[in-house]
Structures are given as C-alpha cells and as structure tokens.
C-alpha cells in the first residue's frame, strides 16, 4: 500500500514538475520577446524598418548617422507616416531607445475592386481580403486585376502598408498625338493608362502604346512595345 502511494505521489510530482517547466519556459519566452521589441535603440535603425513615432506607424526611408566633431553623435531619421503619407524627419541621440514594430509581409493577387477596397486573394489558401486603397497610397492608380501585391500586417493583425509592384507595364488609353518634329525632341505630355492613371510620357509614345512605369515615384521608364 505505502510502495503504490510512493509511485503515485512520484508520478504526481513530476506532472506538477513538467507543468511548470513548461510555464517557466513559455513566460522567458514571452520576456524575451517583449525585451526585443521595447529595447530597440537607434543601431537598429535601416531604410525600411517600421517605428512607432508620436503614437503613429511610421518607414524609415532615410537613416543617417551623424558625428558633430566633439559632440554627441545622433541619427537623423527621415520618415513616411504610413496613414497620410507625409515625410517627417527626427533627430534621435545615439543609443536612444525606440519602438521597432514587428511585421510580417504577405503575398496576394489583386482580383478586383470594390468600393474604396482592393480584394485581394492568398494564392495558397485561397481566402480573399479587403484592402483599402489607403493602405497602396500613390501605388493604388497602378493597380490592375492579376497583379501580385504584398501586404504588409503588424503583430497585432493590423495592416501596416499594401505594395504594388515596383514596376508595372501598362496601356496607354488617351494621349494626344505628336508631330515627327515634336517626337524628336526631349519634351513630354500627359498620357493616361488603362487603370486611370495620368503620367508625363516622351512625345513619340501613342494611344495603344505600352509603357512601363516605376510605381515608387509615378515615372515613365520606358516603352515596352508600340501599337
């Protein structure tokens, strides 16, 4: 009777032994990933990384770091808030402490549009999601059905920011004729495409002409193929 109660009370502990192994392991794990998230500091700083900045979401596109003869060196950060657009800059102090938000980036076919959102389908599962053309930006007007996009979420599910292609190839619908003087010159006119977007195109491109354009900027590179 006492050898059955021992291999029992054994057993029973090491049940309770492994259930709080497991919590300990899983709350270092958690502390861990909370460190990394809050102890960021300006080092971590690049071109693309994603900060919190005055309560709001925010894309380095510039990082430089600065050493003012004998004073303290800073990083002089330009930044894209990602819900209106605009380009704010910063001066950080060196080894300042800042708030990197985790994302993960996902890839999806843009199928069609519904209103002021994007339906956009995961080409593995299957499963459509709405965007909303604020998340493109700029890019929204060179979106065109079957093109792959990205998108970018936030730990919390959120949607950080939607990319378009960087380049895309696209018709140009309507734009007014030139003269064989006029296409020798280096002088541009406007031009729309098929998805209603208006660029500054050379004056040799034609209606039916495709032309290629960096989606970054609203730039015509080059024309793909003529009518």
């Known amino acids: ?11 029973k502990a090491c049940l ?38 005055n309560g709001e979401l925010h894309v ?7 050493t003012p003869g004998n004073l303290r060196a800073f990083y002089q950060v330009k930044m894209r808030n990602l ?38 389908m995961d080409n593995q599962t299957y499963d459509q999601t709405h965007v909303p053309s604020s998340a493109f930006g700029e890019q929204a ?13 936030a730990s919390d599910g959120s949607i950080v920011q939607a990319e378009a292609p960087t380049f895309v190839e ?4 309507d734009t007014s004729p030139s003269t064989k003087d006029e296409r020798a010159t280096a002088s541009t006119k406007p031009a729309t495409l098929e998805t209603g977007a208006v660029v500054q195109v050379p004056m040799f491109v034609l209606t039916g002409d495709v032309v290629r354009v960096d989606t970054r900027t609203g730039e015509y590179i080059d024309r793909v193929s003529k009518k």
Do not use: P
Not at 26 to 31: A, E, G, K, V, W
Not at 60 to 66: D, G
Not at 83 to 112: A, C, D, M, P, W
Not at 141 to 153: A, C, N, P, Q
């Open 141 to 153: 007007k060179f979106l065109k059905e079957s093109m792959t996009v990205e998108v970018v979420y």
């Open 16 to 53: 309770i032994f492994n259930d709080l192994f497991s919590f300990l392991k899983s709350s270092t794990l958690l502390q861990l990933r909370f460190v990394q998230q809050i102890m960021a500091t300006t080092s971590d700083l690049a071109k693309g990384v994603i900060v919190r900045f």
């Open 1 to 11: 009777m006492a050898l059955h109660f021992l291999v029992f009370a054994v057993e």
């Open 60 to 66: 380095c596109e510039e990082v430089v770091h600065r």
């Open 170 to 173: 696209l018709t140009v619908i």
């Open 83 to 120: 819900r209106h657009g605009r380009i704010v800059e910063n001066r950080f102090r060196s080894g300042e402490e800042v708030e990197v938000v985790e994302t993960e980036r996902k890839t999806f076919q843009y199928l069609y549009r519904d209103g002021d959102d994007f339906v956009l």
